[in-house]
């Protein structure tokens, strides 16, 4: 079964995803640089299946921001039937197909989008109506892996003493955390964002999906509404970071979590854990905090994001349309079942896919 789906613009910076019947969930911002366009394809493949066989795949964020405009999804799944299924207030598409038993499963999504860099003076006055109290506290909510209470709301409390406005605890918290965490790299994939773990364990190593995970959960816990944006590096860094960037257009292993945080009626973009990655990878790796390098990524990822990256969705805790296993934490990867249940979507013994991505006219 083929199908394109098109998710028509408005042109405008300003972005219109919105829950049904608020105002607009994205206010303006401050870009820099053209549009570039990019069209980024994930084949996925279950090389033993069994029985009926489901395949799940993240589709380009449903909607536009000041950052992306999602120009279309168009997915093929032959000898089987897909179709795309949203979850708009987390700007989540899945494009979801079942095989029978005895075809062939392969899922094809190819997304279309168009990104620019993104930057947010988080302290100028809002040039567009600020998000509803309803929208807001979606952002807000607690989870069993991002709960806001007590050890994050302690830890929050401690890293924010002395901070009085919503830009200095957000400020805070960026730096507590480039402070005191690390990546590490024996994690598998981008983490699994157990922030209660962390914090716990008092470990606090991890991924993108870990650690910008705890900024999240900590800037709830201090009541910013917050979120995390799953999504994946698309193209190399114009700004000399290697590290930072896809080196080919083979992006299989790129997915990338980012964060935004909600100040003065804007959403403001950062990402503590591009400063930890560029510590530990930048070459020649492992430099020092006070490198150069280091402090000028620490400076420019609290406010700024380089759009060498498609977002994909906000979404926590998805439940897969169909499936039997249990909901994700969030849904970054291709994810796969059969008969003989989930398959590891890290595991390319039994699960293949390719991402590739490439910038288009």
């Known amino acids: 079964m083929n199908r394109r789906v098109f998710i028509r ?34 084949r996925a493949e279950i090389l033993k ?24 999804n168009d997915f093929r799944a032959d000898g089987g039937k897909a179709e795309l299924v949203d979850r708009k207030e987390d700007a989540l598409g899945i494009v ?12 094809t999504l190819t997304s279309r989008v168009q990104t ?22 979606h952002f807000l909510r607690s989870s069993a892996y991002m709960p806001t209470d007590g050890l994050v709301k302690s830890t929050a409390e401690s890293a924010t003493i002395g901070a009085k406005t919503d830009v200095e605890k957000a400020r805070a918290l960026y730096e507590w955390l480039v402070d005191n965490t690390f990546r590490d790299p024996k994690v598998k994939g981008c983490g699994i964002g157990n922030v209660a773990s962390m914090l716990e364990t008092k470990n606090l190593g991890g991924k993108c999906a870990d650690l910008n995970a705890l900024y999240v959960a900590l800037a709830r816990a201090s009541g910013l509404p917050a979120r995390d944006v799953y999504g994946i590096r698309v193209a190399s860094s114009a700004l000399g970071y290697k590290s930072l960037g896809a ?17 003065e009626g804007r959403w403001v973009p950062v990402d503590p854990a591009d400063v930890r990655k560029v510590v530990l990878e930048e070459p020649p790796g492992n430099r020092p905090i006070d490198d150069a390098m280091v402090a000028k990524a620490r400076a420019r990822l609290f406010g700024s994001w380089e759009m060498n990256w498609m977002a994909y ?8 349309p169909g ?8 849904f970054m990867y291709p994810q796969a079942e059969t008969a003989e249940g989930r398959l590891d979507c890290l595991d390319p013994a039994s699960f293949q896919y390719e991402i590739t991505s490439k910038e288009v006219a």
């Open 9 to 42: 613009t408005a042109g405008a910076a300003s972005a219109a995803l919105a829950f049904p019947g608020s105002k607009l969930l994205f206010a303006r911002a401050a870009t820099t640089g053209p549009w570039r366009t990019f069209e980024v394809t994930t």
């Open 49 to 72: 299946p069994a029985g009926s066989t489901r395949v799940w795949l993240p589709a380009a964020l449903i909607g536009e921001t000041p950052f992306q405009r999602t120009l279309s």
């Open 96 to 107: 979801s197909a079942v095989f029978r038993d005895g075809a062939k499963p392969v899922l």
């Open 116 to 137: 620019r860099d993104y930057a947010v003076d988080p302290t100028a006055p809002p040039a567009s109506p600020a998000a509803t109290p309803a929208e807001l506290r």
């Open 247 to 263: 080196a080919t257009e083979n992006v299989t292993k790129a997915q990338h979590c980012r964060a935004e945080v909600y100040l």
């Open 313 to 320: 969705n906000f979404a926590h805790e998805v439940a897969l």
């Open 323 to 330: 499936a039997s296993g249990p909901p994700l934490v969030f």
